[in-house]
């Protein structure tokens, strides 16, 4: 590590300025913060020092991702190698990128994997060529966009993007085109943060704005009727998987008066969902990682868990409203079990990982329970009243977004009315 560091000190002087390569200096902070702390040390009194920086933060939320990610890997091979042993499915011959390069059949034969659904290996190589083309494009087009703007305001690259750019393919579909990922990426990069001055001053979430912005531009492929799933295939088809509903949008397409859980309507277990089994965005399926991931950030400080249990109230208060009063509520969603919100759709990744962005969410402790309500409250409604949004938690949170500064504002008001009350009277 010293010869690394004794190298990065030598080019240093190129990048500083007036060197040479003065406008390529983001690039040489970033790597040299990655792999070291910053040189800069506040020595002034006044100041108060916390072990926790931006780059310990957003490793710690790498971290607890990493539950996620492994069900990304597994449960997207496990349904395509479900699909190929047990539906007469054949492997995809497509290259991985579209451009000519090797396919996915030919590394799983190159490595002598078969597509069994029993073998984990197997499971984990197959999903992982699925995920790891649209991790890469991600962070490779959103990388260059964040490179752009430090550049052009000669600051460093942030390592928000680092997150963001984890949490996006998270929230995509397996089969999404690259070609998307790297338009969705951009949109939610310059449009969702950078315009507003970057990483600390975007009031929404990059990587739900980048996902907003495909559901609605291409919304079939992202959540309609042509999301990739391997419950079953189309005779004939060659393909992984075959194109079908997501379970929300298969459960609103259920007759009114019945209980449109999974159970009924997919033959999916409740406990299939809460553990992640089941066909969906490659990162949202697992309620259970989810959780693992909730203890992580809750334990080291990271993410709020008022803002968590306030989305979870929220949309199970509204739940059991609506259900109580189903009978006078003309939708199928209505008729759910109102647990079933929980374990559905991507309620539990947004609740842990999108809504406690501390960027966009609400500042004051009493904001981030109205905050998190709100969210969960929108959700539900969302996904029982408006049926052409089979899905509610990335809308509801960027509503949520939008409103946690009105929503801080009353906070912070109704403190000082509470304040100016007792010093009044004493």
Known sequence: MKFIRDQLDAVEPLFKKGGK??????IYEAQDTFLYTPGQVTKGTSHVRDAIDMKRMMSTVIVAL??????????????????????????????IT?????????????VGLPYDPANQVSNLVHGALWFLPVYLVTMAVGGVCELIFSIIRGHEINE???????????????TVPLWQVALGIAFGVVIGKEIFGGTGKNFLNPALTARAFLYFAYAAEMSGDKVWTAAGVAAGDGVD??????????????????????????????WDCFIGWIPG????????????GAAILIATGIGSWRVMAGV??????????????????DYPLAYMNPIWHLVVGGFAFGTVFMATDPVSAAMTETGKWWYG???????????????????GIMLAILFGNVMAPLIDFYAIQANVKRRAARYAAT
Do not use: H
């Not at 390569?21 to 983001?26: A, C, D, G, I, S």
């Not at 929220?314 to 509520?329: E, K, P, W």
């Open 21 to 26: 390569l003065e406008k390529l200096y983001p």
């Open 66 to 95: 990493l539950p996620c990610i492994f069900m990304a890997l597994w449960n997207t091979g496990y349904q395509a190698n479900y699909a190929i042993a047990t539906q007469g499915a054949v492997p995809l011959q497509d290259s």
């Open 98 to 110: 579209g451009l000519g390069f090797i396919s996915r059949d030919a590394i799983m034969q190159a």
């Open 160 to 174: 928000g993007f680092l997150v963001s750019g984890m949490l996006f393919p998270l929230t995509l579909p397996p």
């Open 241 to 270: 998987g075959y194109t079908n509903a997501t379970i929300l949008t298969g459960m609103s397409a259920a007759p009114v008066g019945t209980s449109p859980d999974a159970a009924s309507t997919m033959g999916l277990s409740f």
């Open 281 to 292: 965005s490659m990162g949202e399926t697992s309620t259970l990682a989810c959780l693992i």
């Open 312 to 329: 979870t109230l929220g949309a199970l208060v509204t739940s059991m409203m609506l259900f109580a009063f189903r009978a006078d509520i």
């Open 373 to 391: 309500g709100l969210i969960g409250l929108m959700t539900v409604l969302i996904r029982v009243i408006n049926p052409a949004f089979g899905e």
